[in-house]
C-alpha cells in the first residue's frame, strides 16, 4: 500500500484523502493536512514513485487510481478527496473508476484533458546535481538554479531530497519514461455524478474556460471556483484561502 501520513482521528465525517501532484509527496500538504483533521482523520499519501511509496514502471492513472482505492478501502471504504495536478487527475480516475468509494470530490488545478507541455526538463535538472557533492539542501538548491530552475521551485523539488541517502525519493527513470500518460488522461466510460469542486488558481491557465464541457460531461455536479492571486500550486500560494474553500465545500 502506499506510504501514508495520517492527521487526527476518525470522526463522524468521512476521511479526507489527500493526493499530491508531480514530484511531490504527503509532507507537502502538513499545513492544510493538519488544519483540517480538527473536523476529520486526514490521509495524505506519497504517490507511487514518489516518497516512501512503491517504485514501479508502470505510472499511469488506473493504476495511481487503484493505489487510492487501497488506501480507501483499508481506512473504511469511503472519503472525500482531494487531488492535486497529477494527484486530481487520479483522484477523477479514482471517482469514474470506484464511484461508490467517493463522498466528495475537490479538483486542484487540473482538468480531465491531456496537456501538451512536458515536465521532463525538471527532470534533466534534478539528474544534474551532483548527489555527491550534497551536504544541505542548499547544496541543491544552488545546482539547481545553475540549471534555471526557479527559486520556489528548487525548495519544492528539495523536500524530496533524502540528504543522509544522497538520492532522490522520486524514481526519476519511471516518471521520465511515463511522462507521456502522466500529461495525458485516458478516455473513460461513464461518468461520476457525486459532487465535485473544480478549484483552480486565478493566475493558472491549467484549466480554461474550453475545459468545462468536457469537465461536465464525466462530472455533471461539477462546480467551479478560483482562488485570487494563486497560480498551479494554489494550495501553497494561498493555503489558508485554499483550506476555507475545501472546508466549506467537503462539510456542505
Known amino acids: 500500500m502506499l506510504n501514508t501520513i495520517i492527521h487526527g482521528s476518525p470522526t463522524e465525517y468521512p476521511p479526507l484523502l489527500i493526493a499530491h501532484g508531480l514530484y511531490g509527496s504527503g509532507r507537502n500538504w502538513g499545513v492544510i493536512a493538519r488544519r483540517l483533521a480538527d473536523q476529520r482523520q486526514v490521509i495524505a499519501v506519497d504517490m507511487r514513485n514518489h516518497g516512501g511509496s512503491l517504485w514501479s514502471d508502470r505510472h499511469d492513472y488506473p493504476s495511481m487510481a487503484e493505489d487510492l482505492a487501497e488506501v480507501i478501502t483499508h481506512h473504511g471504504g469511503q472519503a472525500d478527496v ?10 477523477m480516475m479514482l471517482a469514474l473508476n470506484h464511484g461508490d468509494m467517493v463522498r466528495r470530490l475537490v479538483v486542484a488545478d487540473i482538468a480531465p484533458v ?5 515536465q521532463l526538463p525538471f527532470i534533466a535538472a534534478m539528474r544534474a546535481v551532483d548527489l555527491s557533492r550534497v551536504e544541505r539542501r542548499s547544496d541543491a538548491e544552488e545546482m539547481l538554479a545553475e540549471q534555471g530552475v526557479d527559486k520556489a521551485l528548487q525548495s519544492f523539488f528539495t523536500q524530496s531530497l533524502d540528504l543522509s541517502g544522497r538520492r532522490w525519493r522520486l524514481n526519476l527513470d519511471s516518471l521520465a519514461a511515463n511522462m507521456p500518460a502522466i500529461m495525458s488522461f485516458p478516455e473513460p466510460s461513464g461518468h461520476w455524478a457525486g459532487p465535485a469542486l473544480f478549484l483552480a488558481g486565478a ?15 464525466l462530472f455533471p455536479a461539477a462546480r467551479f471556483a478560483k482562488i485570487p492571486g494563486a497560480g498551479h500550486w494554489l494550495h501553497a ?10 472546508r466549506t465545500f467537503l462539510n456542505a
Request: glycine residues 8%.
Open 82 to 91: 482531494i487531488g492535486h495536478s497529477m494527484g486530481g487527475k487520479t483522484a
Open 114 to 118: 491531456p496537456y501538451s507541455h512536458t
Open 237 to 246: 500560494d494561498k493555503p489558508r484561502e485554499f483550506e476555507a474553500a475545501a
Open 203 to 217: 493566475e493558472s491557465d491549467y484549466v480554461r474556460p474550453e475545459h468545462r464541457d468536457r469537465i461536465r460531461a
